[in-house]
C-alpha cells in the first residue's frame, strides 16, 4: 500500500453508542481538518459490516460493501497508518444471532449461523461467521503494543470532581471465589521455541480407541515465539460451581464473571456450565422438553425464558427453582436481567470495577444493593480482582481526590496471548489426548482430557514481546513506579521472565517482576501513596486493568487515552470502552438523549493529529491537535461533558461546545495565520449562536427516536438524530 494513497486520518465506523456519537462528531472532524488540508476518511468495522463483508456471494451487487477490516489490517502493517479505532462490539453468539436476523429482516440474504454443521457448505458459513464473531477486530488491528493512560487534563479533573466511591466495611462478605485447581493456570504448560522446531504445527485430538482428528492444521511457528498450550477440566468447573453456590450467604447475591466476548470460544461454554449448575433441578426433570425447545445453557437464562414463553408448568416451575436458589446479581434488575441472561452481558472487566467502586456492592432482582460471591474460576486473573477485594476491606475506599494514576503497557501486538487464542480453542469431543504436533513430528505439548474440557493454546512472537519491554522500560523512565505483572510459577510468565531479565540488565534499569496478585497490591499502595504506577502486563490483564484502575481512578474507562505504536511505525488511537454503550442506546431509542462521553475520542484525535505532524512533517496538523488538546481542556474545565438526564448536556451538546473551543483554539493560535483568519468568524458565530444552537439540540429530547435498526443504523436517521441543530450544521458546513 503506498503512503500516497493512504487518507491521513481513518475514523472507524463501530456499534452502539460511540457510533452514534461518531455521526455527530465526525462530520466537525472533517471540516476542521478539511480547512487544513487533512483528509480524514472512515472504515466500516461494525458488525453488520463485518458480516456483509465476508458474504458478498449471498447478496445483490447493491448491497456488497468493501471488506474494510481486511483493508486495515494491511494498512497497519505499513507506516502510513494514522487510525482513530472506537469501540466496536465483540460479538457474542446471541449479539451475531441478532444482527444476523436484523440483516435478513432488511433484506440481505446472509445465512443463519449453523450451529452444527452437517455439510461442506455448512462448514464454511460457520467458519466465516465464526471470523466476525467475538474479538475479531482487534487480532487484525493491533499490530503494535498498547500504552494506555489518562490525559492530564482528565486526571486533573477527576481529582477535582470526584466520582462517587461506595464505602468498603472491614465485615463486607463480597468475596471472590476461584477454582481449586485443574483449571486453565494449574494445567499451563509452555515453551519458546528453537530454530528446529519452527516451522508448521499441527493440533491433533487422539481418542481413547486411537482415532486421530486434527483438530487445527496449518499453524506456523516462528523461532524464538512462545507457545503455550492448556485446559480446563469440565468435571472440576462444575464441582467448583456446585460448592460455590452452596456457600453463599444469607443476604449474599451469586455472580459469574467471565469475558465471553473476547474469549469467544471458552468463556460462553464456561458461562453455560454456570447455567446448567444454578438450573440443575429444573434441566433435570424438563431435559427433554428443553432440547425439543433447541436450547441450549450456553445461550443464558434470557433465551430460556424466551422459549419457555407461554408454557405454564414450565414457566411455574423456573421461577420456582429461580426462587429456591440464592439471589443472582443483576445486570439491571428494573428489567429483571440476571447475571446469567445471556454470555455477553457476562463481561469481567466492566462487572468487577463496578462492585469494587460501589464498595463490594451489587444489584439484587429486588432493588437493592448487596453482597457479592463473585465466581472468576481461572486463577490466571482471579487472584487480580481478589487482592483488590481484601486489600480495599483493609483499607476502606480510595480517595480519588489525591490517589496516583495507573498506566498500562500491554503485550499485544501480533495477536500475542489469548486474543489469538480463539482459533485454537477446543471443547475436547471424547476423553482422549490433545497434542500439538510439530511439522518434524515432535509432540511440543500435550495433555490428557475428558469429554467437555476446554484446550486452548495461544503465542506470542518474540519481536512484540521485544518491543514490549522496551516500552515498558521507556514509560517507567517517564512515570517513575512500575512493574511487570509475570508469575514465575506461570508456565507461560516463566517463559516471559526469560526474555525480561536480560533486557533490563542490558538497558541498566531495575523494574520489579511481580506475579499479579502482589503487584495488584503495590499498584494499589503506590496510588494510594498519590504517585503514578505503571503496570507492563500481558494481553488479557492488559484488557482487564485498563478498565479496573481507570474506574476506580476517573469513574470510567471511557475516558482513557489508548496509544498503540504500530511496529512497523504507523499509529492507532483507540478510545475508551464500549461496556455501557448498549444502556446508552436504550436511552436514545427511549428519550433521544445519548450520555456517551466522547473524551476518548477528543484525546485520541489530539494524538492522531500530533502523529500526523511528525510522521509527515505537517505542521498545519499540529497546530490541529494543540488546539484540540486545549479545547478538550475546557470542555472539562466548564463542566460541558455529557450528563445522564433529559434537558442536560448530552453527548449532541458536548461536541457543539467541543467545536466551538476547538475553532476558538485555532482563531486565537498565531503559528499559522490562515487558519487563524479560516476560523476567526467560525469561532464567532458558535459562541453568538450558543443560545439558539443548545435549544435546537434539547428541543429534540424526551421522545423516543427512530435509528432504523440495532446493528444496521439507517443513516439518514441516524444523521436526523445525532445532527438536530440546523443553525451548528451551517456554520460548520
Not at 212 to 222: A, C, D, N, S
Request: hydrophobic letters at 45%; a negative charge.
Amino acid at each position: 500500500m503506498a503512503m500516497s494513497d493512504t487518507p491521513d486520518i481513518i475514523y472507524t465506523k463501530v456499534d452502539e453508542a460511540p457510533e452514534l456519537a461518531r455521526a455527530s462528531l465526525e462530520p466537525i472532524i472533517r471540516a476542521f481538518a478539511g480547512a487544513a488540508g487533512v483528509s480524514v476518511e472512515t472504515r466500516d468495522i461494525s458488525v453488520a459490516g463485518r458480516i456483509l463483508a465476508v458474504f458478498p456471494d449471498f447478496l445483490t451487487e447493491a448491497q456488497k460493501v468493501s471488506d474494510d477490516l481486511a483493508w486495515l489490517g494491511e494498512l497497519v502493517k505499513t507506516p502510513a497508518a494514522n487510525v482513530i479505532k472506537l469501540p466496536n462490539i465483540s460479538a457474542s453468539q446471541p449479539q451475531l444471532n441478532a444482527a444476523i436476523k436484523e440483516l435478513q429482516a432488511k433484506g440481505y440474504a446472509v445465512p443463519d449461523y449453523p450451529a452444527e454443521p452437517a455439510t461442506e457448505a455448512e462448514k464454511d458459513i460457520k467458519a466465516r461467521y465464526d471470523a466476525v464473531k467475538g474479538s475479531a477486530v482487534n487480532p487484525v488491528l493491533r499490530e503494535g503494543n498498547s500504552d494506555r493512560r489518562s490525559a492530564k487534563a482528565v486526571k486533573a479533573y477527576a481529582k477535582a470532581n470526584p466520582h462517587r466511591m461506595g464505602n468498603w466495611s472491614k465485615d463486607s462478605k463480597t468475596r471472590v471465589a476461584s477454582m481449586p485447581g485443574n483449571d486453565f493456570f494449574a494445567n499451563e504448560k509452555s515453551a519458546t521455541l528453537t530454530a528446529a522446531q519452527a516451522g508448521g504445527a499441527s493440533i491433533v485430538f487422539t481418542g481413547k480407541d486411537g482415532a486421530e482428528t486434527v483438530l487445527k492444521k496449518g499453524l506456523k511457528y516462528t523461532e524464538g515465539e512462545v507457545v503455550d498450550a492448556t485446559f480446563l477440566s469440565a468435571k472440576a468447573l462444575t464441582a467448583y460451581i456446585e460448592q460455590a453456590l452452596a456457600s453463599v450467604e444469607p443476604g449474599v447475591l451469586f455472580s459469574a464473571h467471565l469475558k465471553a466476548t473476547m474469549m469467544k470460544v471458552s468463556d460462553p461454554i464456561i458461562f453455560g456450565h454456570f447455567v446448567k449448575v444454578y438450573l440443575k433441578d429444573f434441566i433435570a426433570r424438563h431435559g427433554a422438553e428443553l432440547d425439543a425447545l433447541g436450547w441450549n445453557p450456553n445461550s443464558g437464562l434470557g433465551d430460556l425464558e424466551k422459549k419457555i414463553a407461554g408454557n405454564a408448568t414450565l414457566e411455574a416451575d423456573y421461577k420456582a427453582v429461580m426462587a429456591s436458589q440464592p439471589p443472582m446479581y443483576m445486570v439491571n434488575s428494573d428489567k429483571g436481567i440476571t447475571n446469567l441472561h445471556v454470555s455477553s452481558d457476562v463481561i469481567i472487566d466492566a462487572s468487577m470495577p463496578a462492585v469494587i467502586r460501589a464498595g463490594g456492592k451489587g444489584w439484587g432482582p429486588d432493588g437493592k444493593e448487596a453482597d457479592v460471591l463473585c465466581c472468576i474460576p481461572d486463577n490466571s486473573y482471579a487472584c487480580v480482582y481478589d487482592e483488590t477485594v481484601e486489600y480495599f476491606k483493609e483499607t476502606g475506599k480510595l480517595d480519588v481526590t489525591t490517589c496516583g494514576a495507573v498506566s498500562n503497557v500491554g503485550l499485544m501486538a501480533q495477536k500475542a496471548e489469548e486474543y489469538g487464542s480463539h482459533p485454537t480453542t477446543f471443547e475436547a469431543p471424547a476423553d482422549g489426548t490433545i497434542r500439538i504436533v510439530l511439522a518434524s513430528g515432535e509432540v511440543l505439548h500435550q495433555h490428557a482430557v475428558e469429554k467437555g474440557d476446554i484446550w486452548r493454546s495461544a503465542t506470542a512472537k518474540k519481536a512484540p514481546i521485544l518491543d514490549w519491554i522496551q516500552l515498558g522500560i521507556a514509560r517507567t523512565k517517564a512515570t517513575g513506579a512500575a512493574a511487570f505483572w509475570l508469575d514465575k510459577n506461570r508456565a507461560h510468565d516463566a517463559e516471559l521472565i526469560k526474555y525480561v531479565e536480560p533486557a533490563l540488565k542490558e538497558a541498566g534499569i531495575e523494574i520489579l517482576i511481580l506475579d499479579p496478585r502482589a503487584a495488584t497490591r503495590y499498584t494499589l499502595e503506590t496510588m494510594r501513596a498519590g504517585k503514578d504506577c505503571v503496570t507492563i502486563t500481558g494481553n488479557v490483564l492488559r484488557d482487564y486493568l485498563t478498565d479496573l484502575f481507570p474506574i476506580l481512578e476517573l469513574g470510567t474507562s471511557a475516558k482513557m487515552l489508548s496509544i498503540v505504536k504500530l511496529m512497523q511505525g504507523g499509529g492507532m488511537f483507540e478510545t475508551g470502552a464500549g461496556g455501557t454503550a448498549p444502556k446508552h442506546v436504550q436511552q436514545v431509542q427511549e428519550e433521544n438523549h445519548l450520555r456517551w462521553d466522547s473524551l476518548g475520542e477528543f484525546c485520541a484525535l489530539g494524538e492522531s493529529f500530533n502523529f500526523l505532524a511528525d510522521a509527515k512533517n505537517n505542521p498545519a496538523a499540529a497546530v490541529l491537535g494543540a488546539a484540540v488538546d486545549a479545547a478538550t481542556q475546557k470542555v472539562l474545565d466548564n463542566n460541558d461533558s455529557p450528563e445522564g438526564k433529559v434537558g442536560q448536556n448530552d453527548n449532541r451538546t458536548s461536541h457543539y461546545f467541543f467545536a466551538r473551543y476547538w475553532a476558538e483554539a485555532l482563531a486565537a493560535q498565531t503559528d499559522n495565520a490562515a487558519l487563524a483568519a479560516h476560523f476567526a468568524p467560525i469561532a464567532k458565530a458558535l459562541a453568538e449562536n450558543e443560545a439558539k444552537i443548545v435549544a435546537e439540540l434539547h428541543a429534540v429530547e424526551g421522545v423516543p427516536a427512530d435509528l432504523g435498526g440495532y446493528y444496521l443504523l439507517d443513516d439518514a436517521k441516524v444523521a436526523k438524530v445525532m445532527r438536530p441543530s440546523a443553525t451548528l450544521n451551517a456554520i460548520i458546513g
